[in-house]
Nanobody, 121 residues
Framework: QVQLVESGGGLVQPGGSLRLSCVAS????????MAWYRQAPGKQRELVAR???????YYEDSMKDRFTISRDNAKNTVYLQMNSLKSEDTAVYYC???????????????WGQGTQVTVSS
């Protein structure tokens, strides 16, 4: 069993900051890419940012100047620092990890339950 648990969401005023965390636990051999997605009400889930095990990052254009993804491989944890938040950043933010549970297992895709981020005055 593998679990991804997000934390750090909440209510913040426009222009404020939040730092999301996601910890992966359970039977994990190795985690490859980790990512943050978000889903706003009535919209499709979209990629926010992605980071490889080696630290290479990718951001959606609209977020690359305000958000920073990072990870701690020793702690199986990925972070998302969000600055200059806007009302349109309001969404449920989901953690995603591509990992193997055993050396011979296939690479598989796991999701967290999500954490709500609300940007409002």
């Amino acid at each position: 069993q593998v679990q991804l648990v997000e934390s750090g969401g909440g209510l913040v005023q426009p222009g404020g900051s939040l730092r999301l965390s996601c910890v992966a636990s359970g039977r994990i051999f190795s985690i490859y890419a980790m990512a943050w997605y978000r889903q706003a009400p009535g919209k499709q889930r979209e990629l926010v940012a992605r980071i490889t095990r080696g630290g290479s990052t990718y951001y959606e254009d609209s977020m690359k100047d305000r958000f920073t993804i990072s990870r701690d491989n020793a702690k199986n944890t990925v972070y998302l620092q969000m600055n200059s938040l806007k009302s349109e950043d309001t969404a449920v933010y989901y953690c995603n990890a591509d990992l193997k549970t055993l050396p011979t297992a296939p690479l598989d895709d796991y999701w967290g339950q999500g954490t709500q981020v609300t940007v409002s005055s």
